[in-house]
């Protein structure tokens, strides 16, 4: 039996509110309470690390991380829900870790919820530590979510 791939040339470009419309309707898919066009516009105003992860013309996924004094937070890191599967999101965690690095971060850190276990793994894979808990971070369908915190060590 033979497969066919179907190779995607891939690249990242900076997010920018042109190209919102197209971001929230990936974080709509994606997510049950998804950020809003304001959280992104927010995050780029502000001057945040927001970079699309682009197939062509096609948004594949999309990252945003906030540089402190020593470590950069990621805030929001999505694979389109089409695209899920493929390495995209490794591919992006990849180019955080490199960019991180070389605005002289020591340490990365996310939230993750705690029923995101997918995700969980994910991360641990990739090098992440689970450091903590944080209570009621997330909304839900039902009150609130618990959140775990995870670092990496650059």
């Not at 990242?12 to 509110?17: D, I, K, L, Q, S």
């Not at 990936?26 to 809003?36: D, K, L, M, N, V």
């Not at 929001?76 to 490199?98: E, F, K, S």
């Amino acid at each position: 039996m033979s497969a066919v791939f179907k190779a995607v040339e891939a690249g990242f470009e900076p997010m920018t509110e042109a190209r919102l419309d197209e971001v929230v309707a990936i974080e709509g898919r994606a997510y049950r309470h998804p950020w809003t066009r304001g959280n992104f516009a927010d995050s780029i105003r502000s001057g945040y690390q927001a970079q699309l992860l682009c197939g062509g013309a096609t948004v594949l996924g999309y990252f945003v991380a906030m540089k402190g004094v020593d470590e950069v937070h990621l805030l929001n890191i999505t694979v389109a829900p089409q695209h899920q599967g493929q390495g995209w999101g490794r591919v992006m965690l990849d180019a955080l870790t490199l960019w991180s690095r070389a605005q002289g971060a020591q340490w990365l850190w996310l939230e993750v919820r705690t029923s995101n276990a997918r995700a969980q793994q994910i991360y641990l894979r990739y090098g992440y530590r689970r450091v903590g808990e944080r209570k009621n971070y997330y909304p839900a369908d039902h009150g609130r979510e618990d959140a775990i915190v995870m670092s990496l060590k650059l």
